[in-house]
């Protein structure tokens, strides 16, 4: 079965961390682009960080710059999200998703990467969920 699945959310206090996690099984990684994604109540989706299949290509939403790192391990089949400094606005559904690079906008991460995952064949996690606390 192919799926991803996130894990690493939690409550955690404004100025905290945590790292977040997706494992994929049932398919290899090596030629996904991977994104991070959020959904906060009452607001539309928003592309959160976006790397490369080679991880030569990042590409961060400016909410979080500076702050999430995105990265991955292709050999664990994994990629990862630190989130620094958090905020209450960061308090949201976070999703992995994996797109074939070879799709368009290519393989490199640029902002239009976030728009090309809506269609079939890209893969969704269900999402692990991220409360910030005051």
């Known amino acids: 079965q192919l799926q991803l699945v996130e894990s690493g959310g939690g409550l955690v206090q404004s100025g905290g961390s945590l790292r977040l996690s997706c494992a994929a099984s049932?398919?290899?990684?090596?030629?996904?682009?991977m994104s991070w994604f959020r959904h906060a109540l009452g607001k539309e989706r928003e592309g959160v960080a976006c790397?490369?299949?080679?991880?030569?290509?990042?590409h961060y939403a400016d909410s979080v710059k500076g702050r999430f790192t995105i990265s991955r391990d292709n050999a664990k089949n994994t990629v990862f999200l630190e989130m620094n400094s958090l905020k209450l606005e960061d308090t949201a559904i976070y999703y992995c998703?994996?797109?074939?690079?070879?799709?368009?906008?290519?393989?490199?991460?640029?902002?239009?990467?976030?728009?090309?995952?809506?269609?079939?064949?890209?893969?969704w996690g269900k999402g692990t969920l991220v409360t910030v606390s005051s």
């Open positions: 790397i490369s299949s080679n991880s030569s290509s990042t």
């Open positions: 998703a994996a797109r074939k690079s070879p799709w368009p906008p290519g393989p490199m991460c640029v902002e239009s990467t976030f728009s090309s995952y809506d269609q079939v064949g890209v893969y």
């Open positions: 049932g398919f290899t990684l090596d030629d996904y682009v």
